[in-house]
């Protein structure tokens, strides 16, 4: 393991039935940094978050991921969220009879619920008690699974899209969030489409057809992405530069 | 004495603060088998009863243009092992009259046991009535319990009840509620039941919306575990116009528990609307996946889904 590396995967392959998801994945996420993860639709983006965060259907058939140097290939969800991953779905589900306030403080959240509102945007005396069922858009939902992540404090926060759904004038409020989020501790891992959300990382790689392309300094990443040389790949035959 | 300690005991084992529940300046009515232990009326609510033949028979009627701020408290209860209960009772608001009414149904000791309910409700013009009525059938799972309710809401009427039985086993629970609706009047029907071990859940609901712009709603939340079994029937038949209704079914299973949610919707006039909605299934995986995602064991991030939906 390299010194200071929080998230180690090497050799990751998934298939989904017939189909290679994620080929021969070797990713390296720093502790402390964001880490955003481009790439067209269908290129594996959110199935690594699954498997990274060890959903059911999504364990991969080959390779190995090392969390703080450790093998966790063999944990379910629950004991990697224990040991500081989570995950925040691109379409957050949603709960009658939850309140916004119990779902801030589940778990292993720590964090002040009220300022984990305010970091994303939300009035505390307005959501606080508020269910969080289909009565919240789906803005504001996905603001509050932000919410729920800041008061989590993880070692790593596995964003999924979270511009998704979020008005454009609300984007600086999502930015400043997840700056939020690494000032208190946390490595990000931050799928996204968004360019305006993706320059914010220190980092990047491009997925495509399941593989990793591209990685580096995150504008060169998006240059590269944004040159569409692999916006038709089916992961043998495209030239990926 | 005794037996008025049993009933606390019985309130508290159902959740509830008896304090809060046995105010001696409410309007109340308290059985135990065929005893009435505890019977009060209060300005603007006439509290009668009786028991004949083994049968009490009550009657409760709030007067013409009465708000009544105090819950209006009724208990029934069985507090030894076997044994048996009926009763009939008429509960009437005259016209413009307001109340909450409180209904404790405890069997805390209930062994082999049964408890039968007739009820006639009637809401003259712009009554308005809330019925919380809270279960609690020990842990046993012995006990039989058959409400039955005709009731009826005249013009401008409102009508919003609550069922609640989630604490300990049910036994078999057999409800059979029929609620007709008059013009401009609004009724909203809340099942809430979690079944466990062998326990047998029926539950039919009926809403006609007879008069014009009338307006009906029946939501049933029921979750069953182990062999428990579930049977969900709401019925809303559309008969006026502008008429509008919806049924709204979310039962969970977990184990061997079964569960059938049948919404059966009916419309006689081409101007009424009815819709319904029912979802039955296990626990929800994204849900479950979301909850675990924060820490939680999966049977504490179960039981968060399931009693969250039962409210």
């Known amino acids: 393991m390299v010194m200071g590396v929080l998230l180690e995967l090497r050799n990751m392959s998934l298939s989904l039935g017939q189909r290679r998801v994620l080929d021969a994945i070797d990713l390296s996420i720093a502790s402390g940094e964001i880490h955003a993860l481009v790439g067209a639709n269908g290129a594996g983006k959110s199935t690594l978050g699954y498997a990274i965060m060890g959903c059911e259907g999504y364990r991969p058939q080959q390779g190995t991921m090392l969390f703080e140097g450790k093998p966790i290939d063999e944990l379910p969800i629950q004991a990697r969220a224990r040991a500081g991953i989570t995950l925040a779905w691109q379409e957050p589900a949603r709960f009658e009879g939850l309140r916004v306030c119990d779902y801030l403080a589940l778990g292993a959240s720590q964090g002040d619920p009220g300022a984990a509102l305010e970091a994303v945007g939300l009035a505390p005396a307005e959501y606080f008690y508020r269910p969080l069922d289909k009565t919240l858009s789906g803005g504001e939902r996905k603001r509050i699974e932000l919410a729920a992540i800041i008061t989590m404090r993880p070692k790593l926060a596995i964003l999924d899209e979270p511009a998704a759904g979020i008005d454009l004038l609300s984007l600086d409020d999502l930015i400043a969030a997840i700056q939020a989020m690494k000032s208190t501790g946390s490595t990000i891992l931050l799928i996204t489409h968004v360019e305006q959300v993706a320059a914010h990382a220190d980092r990047a790689s491009q997925l495509c057809g399941g593989r990793i392309v591209c990685q580096g300094e995150t504008q060169a990443v998006i240059e590269n992405y944004k040159a569409r040389r692999c916006r038709r790949c089916d992961g043998e035959t495209c030239n990926h530069g | ?311």
């Open chain 2, 1 to 311: 004495m005794a037996d008025f300690e049993s009933l606390i005991d019985a309130l508290r084992l159902a959740g509830e603060d008896p304090l809060q529940v046995l105010t001696p300046d409410s309007a109340h009515l308290v059985a135990y088998d065929h005893h009435i232990v505890g019977l009060q009326s209060i300005p603007g609510v006439v509290v009668l009863a009786r028991t004949e033949q083994d049968v009490i028979k009550a009657q409760v009627t709030i007067l013409e243009g009465f708000t009544i701020a105090q819950p209006i408290h009724l208990c029934f209860s069985l507090l030894d092992r076997f044994g048996g209960q009926n009763v009939e009772l008429e509960l009437t608001l005259q016209p413009g009259a307001s109340a909450t009414v409180w209904s404790h149904c405890l069997f805390a000791h209930a062994e082999r046991a049964f408890h039968a309910m007739q009820a006639q409700v009637r809401l003259q013009e712009k009554a308005s009535l809330r019925y919380q009525e809270s279960h609690y059938h020990g842990l046993y799972g012995g006990i039989t319990v058959r409400p039955r309710a005709r009731i009826r809401l005249d013009r401008e009427a409102r009508y919003l009840s609550d069922f609640s039985l989630l604490q300990g086993r049910v036994g078999l629970l057999d409800i059979d509620y029929v609620i007709d609706v008059g013009a401009d009047a609004v009724t909203e029907l809340t099942s809430r039941v979690y079944g466990h071990a062998a326990d047998e859940i029926r539950m039919r609901e009926q809403v006609n919306l007879e008069g014009e712009r009338a307006r009906g709603l029946i939501k049933s939340r029921i979750a069953v575990e182990d062999e428990a079994t579930a049977q969900v029937l709401g019925i809303m038949h559309g008969n006026a116009a502008g008429a509008r209704g919806h049924v709204d079914c979310l039962e969970i299973v977990r184990g061997q528990g079964t569960v059938s949610a049948i919404p059966e919707v009916q419309v006689s006039h081409p101007q009424a609307k009815v819709t319904h909605e029912a979802a039955i299934g296990s626990v929800d995986p994204r849900q479950l996946e979301t909850l675990l995602a924060r820490g939680l064991e999966p049977d504490e991030a179960v039981d968060r889904i399931i009693l969250g939906m039962l409210g």
